[in-house]
């Protein structure tokens, strides 16, 4: 497989596993909005952002758990 083909893969089982983890709380949600809330879980839990936070921005650990708990909880409350 070339790196795209590897890339998409890896996105899509990050997807499933952002659904399987938030699966109580994306289940009373219609189709539309379950697909933006698991496309917002998943840049909230990506390591990307965590990446962001931790060496871009410079934050510690707690202060980035807390940042990535702020993100899936506000995402969580406000899609509902």
Known sequence: PTVRQSMRS???SRR????AIFHAELA????NER???IDALDVA????TWD????D???SQTAASNV???????VLDTSK
């Open 10 to 12: 890896l996105g899509k």
């Open 16 to 19: 499933r596993e952002v659904e």
């Open 28 to 31: 009373e949600r219609d189709r």
């Open 35 to 37: 697909d933006a809330v």
């Open 45 to 48: 839990t990506n390591g990307k």
């Open 52 to 55: 962001t936070l931790r060496y």
């Open 57 to 59: 921005m410079a934050l």
């Open 68 to 74: 990535v708990k702020l993100l899936v909880t506000r």
